[in-house]
């Protein structure tokens, strides 16, 4: 079973910077894509980024320029740097993965490991 823990959540002014981690119990992450996904109070969980197995990355339109995804399959680890955040970035973030060994990664809910969340708040 595949267990994943988020990280590096907190509250940050508009236009500052966080690093989410995610990292999993499993042997190895080689084979899985890994997605970010967040939810805002009242709203629908929606995906912001996810990465392949071979490491392309795929950004929501709302995030691009801004959010970079990128995986350590090392230390089973994916990142997701958030730069120039505004205070519509506030929202639990979730990480995910699914066993896909080729092809992209999509942004959808066809993720079956999730991690518990971390919030994230974008506040003056």
């Known amino acids: 079973q595949l267990q994943l823990v988020e990280s590096g959540g907190g509250l940050v002014q508009p236009g500052g910077s966080l690093r989410l981690s995610c990292k999993a119990s499993?042997?190895?992450?080689?084979?899985?894509?890994i997605g970010w996904f967040r939810q805002a109070p009242g709203k629908e969980r929606e995906g912001v980024s996810c990465i392949s197995s071979s490491g392309r990355p795929n950004y929501t339109d709302s995030v691009k320029g801004r959010f970079t995804i990128s995986r350590d399959n090392a230390k089973r680890a994916v990142y997701l740097q958030m730069n120039s955040l505004k205070p519509e970035d506030t929202a639990v973030y979730y990480c995910?993965?699914?066993?896909?060994?080729?092809?992209?990664?999509?942004?959808?809910?066809?993720?079956?490991?999730w991690g518990q969340g971390t919030q994230v708040t974008v506040s003056s």
């Open positions: 995910a993965a699914v066993h896909r060994p080729f092809g992209l990664c999509v942004l959808s809910s066809s993720y079956n490991y």
């Open positions: 499993a042997s190895t992450l080689d084979d899985h894509a």
